[in-house]
């Protein structure tokens, strides 16, 4: 029907309306984020941990600045609710993240089951001292298999740098 | 129990078979026979050595599933100890460690042991690695007997410990022919055999014997006669069973044929002697290789390799030296 398909329709609206309001939805992000600032790994709604992503990463970005930058502190202020926790954000967490590549979070998403049809997620600071959640892929470079391919990978090096003598030498 | 008497004169070849009372002459699988009845006589006769049932107490010390076992000695192989755990463990327990040293899972264990199994995605793989391209390399040998018509009568030479690296193992055979060459067909199908001798299930039985009885075993081939003087170790020789097919080597082998995914012959090329040099690549069960990968290692594998490969003395002095630094 036209009517239901106006309601998908967000028009390039990049956030999801959280909580009835725009000062709801902060106040729910500030708590999320709080609280992954405590625990470094929290399990909330996908849709909470989503948006609280950006603000927790934007929130790193700042506390780089360093506690004397008065931006910074304000930012931090605003953000975490429990006043105990700034000093570990500016203390820990910031220089942890200083010369990374890429996110300094990780979203992962519960599996869905009957009991419970909610839609969780996990929230996780990089760097943080749980053992991790997905399992590291193991590798075995003494297996056969690998041992073959890397007989295969010599003599294709061996190859290429007599090619390269011969091109070097014409 | 039949007896093969080979004359003297090779150029005659005749031979009496006192079960059919006739002159046939040496086949192949009249040869295997023969081998396969002295294994047996020797085996029983083995066995029936040992007189009184003594119990040795083994214990797992494998990362998980610990315990002790009380089995028999002499006669409980590590394979039994793992029938005792469970199925995976028969299955897919490529060597055992006795003691920390590699052991054959159906030698017969002696004294009372800590035992541990070893598979081939475990971090150290390398003594697994290791006897299963010696056991493929049998197992080339059984396809090379076996291959032929009763016309041909093939000699198995000598296998060549190679590494793995080399991405291929081989096994030197007298033919008996000249300026023979594969075709594509006949390669095809020597790996199809060397497949169902895989799905045939069949264990590596371990038996040392004294040299006069894997002499008289091999009376047949010159070349393993000549073998079995150069792999005399403490007064005995190692013999190892895989079905009918029975061959002569030191090392470890893996447990079961069945440890085998992928076989594929890549190649059979003359060399100067008037022996044949058959090279094929296997790949162990459990690990997976694209069709493209696998053709890649075939063709490298199918790339003659020239030159004297023996390396009973090599390797014999590499465990001297290795007993020395340790």
Not at chain 2, 82 to 95: G, V
Not at chain 2, 263 to 280: C, D, K, S
């Amino acid at each position: 029907m036209r009517l239901s398909l106006m309601l998908l329709i967000t028009h390039g609206k990049r956030q999801r309306k959280l909580g009835g309001g725009k000062p709801q939805r902060l106040n729910i992000l500030r708590r999320v984020v709080t609280g992954l600032v405590r625990h470094e790994r929290i399990e909330s709604t996908y849709a909470q941990c989503d948006e609280a992503q950006f603000y927790a990463e934007k929130l790193i970005d700042y506390a780089k600045l360093g506690n004397t930058n008065a931006g910074a502190m304000r930012i931090a202020d605003y953000w975490i609710t429990e006043k105990d926790l700034i000093p570990k954000l500016f203390e820990t967490l910031a220089p942890r993240f200083t010369n990374y590549d890429g996110r300094y979070c990780r979203l992962h998403r519960l599996p869905v089951t009957t009991q419970n049809t909610r839609d969780m997620a996990v929230l996780e600071y990089k760097g943080n001292p749980y053992p991790s959640l997905r399992p590291t892929p193991k590798n075995h470079p003494n297996s056969i298999a690998n041992i073959l391919v890397e007989g295969l990978r010599q003599d294709y090096e061996k190859k290429m740098e007599i090619d390269l003598k011969e091109e070097s030498a014409t | 129990m039949s007896r093969l008497k080979a004359l003297i004169r090779p150029s005659v070849r005749c031979i009496v078979h006192r079960r059919y009372c006739s002159t046939e002459r040496v086949t192949n699988a009249l040869v295997t026979e023969y081998r396969n009845d002295i294994f047996e006589e020797e085996k029983r006769r083995q066995q029936g050595m040992v007189r009184r049932l003594e119990k040795i107490e083994v214990v797992h010390v494998g990362p998980n599933d610990p315990g002790t076992f009380i089995m028999n000695k002499n006669l409980s192989t590590p394979y039994h100890c793992a029938m005792h755990i469970s199925e995976n463990y028969t299955k897919y327990s490529a060597l055992a460690l006795v003691n920390g040293e590699p052991w054959d899972m159906w030698r017969p264990l002696t004294e009372d042991c800590e035992l541990s199994f070893m598979r081939f995605r475990d971090e150290d793989p390398e003594e697994a690695n290791k006897a299963y391209w010696r056991s493929c390399a049998l197992i080339l040998g059984a396809v090379m007997e076996t291959a032929f018509k009763d016309t041909f009568y093939v000699q198995l030479s000598r296998a060549p410990e190679l590494t793995i690296i080399k991405g291929m193992f081989v096994y030197d055979v007298d033919l008996g022919l000249k300026n023979w060459t594969a075709t594509k067909d006949n390669l095809r199908s020597l790996s199809l055999s060397a497949t169902t001798m895989k799905s045939k299930d069949m264990p590596f039985e371990r038996l040392e014997v004294d040299p006069s009885v894997a002499l008289r075993l091999f009376q047949h081939n010159q070349y393993k006669q000549r073998e079995v003087e150069e792999r005399v170790r403490g007064g005995r020789v190692t013999l190892y069973r895989m079905g009918k097919f029975i061959d002569i080597h030191d090392g470890p082998m893996m447990s079961k044929s069945s440890l085998v995914s992928m076989f594929t012959v890549a190649g059979i090329h003359e060399l100067p002697g008037g022996l044949y040099r058959v090279q094929a690549v296997a790949l162990p069960h459990d690990f997976y290789l694209h069709n493209s990968v696998w053709n890649r290692l075939v063709k490298r594998a199918s790339v003659p390799l020239v030159g004297d490969l023996s390396t009973a003395g090599a390797e014999e002095s590499l465990r001297e030296t290795r007993s020395l630094a340790a």
